[in-house]
């Protein structure tokens, strides 16, 4: 957090142009699972998002994560982002099946604890 704003560092810049399934640990515990929605949604444009409306709109995911990424920042912990990229392309009768998707809410259930970021569960 440099001067009271949250920021980010990415030791592989080329998944910062990817779209991908993200995660944010505090500590060492997943508290958020999120994805880049669209298929020209990139990480850069999600992490973006993040930092420019943690003043807008009060109730939304961006803004209540921030706050969370804040506290535990303040409380001495380091937050780390895990950010995962689909090697193949899966398809069913010439219909291209988005891992992306479709692995979100597994992958909340599994990795996030009860009282983790995510409200999709």
């Keep these: 957090m440099e001067d009271n704003k949250v920021s980010y560092e990415c030791s592989d810049n080329d998944l910062l142009n990817e779209r991908v399934i993200y995660a944010f640990a505090c500590g ?5 699972i999120g994805i ?3 298929r020209k949604t990139k990480l850069k444009d999600r992490l973006e998002r993040y930092l420019k409306n943690k003043s807008e709109e009060q109730n ?3 803004y209540r994560v921030v706050k969370e990424i804040e506290r535990c920042l303040k409380d001495g912990n380091d937050v ?3 950010a ?3 090697l193949c392309k899966l398809s069913y009768e010439n219909l291209e ?4 998707i479709g692995l979100e809410y597994s ?6 604890e009860k009282e983790g970021w ?3 569960r």
């Design 28 to 32: 060492q515990n997943i508290k958020y």
């Design 36 to 38: 880049c929605e669209s």
């Design 60 to 62: 939304s995911t961006n």
């Design 80 to 82: 780390e982002i895990y």
């Design 84 to 86: 995962w990229k689909p």
């Design 97 to 100: 099946i988005d891992l992306i």
């Design 107 to 112: 992958l909340i259930e599994e990795f996030v």
């Design 118 to 120: 995510n409200k999709k």
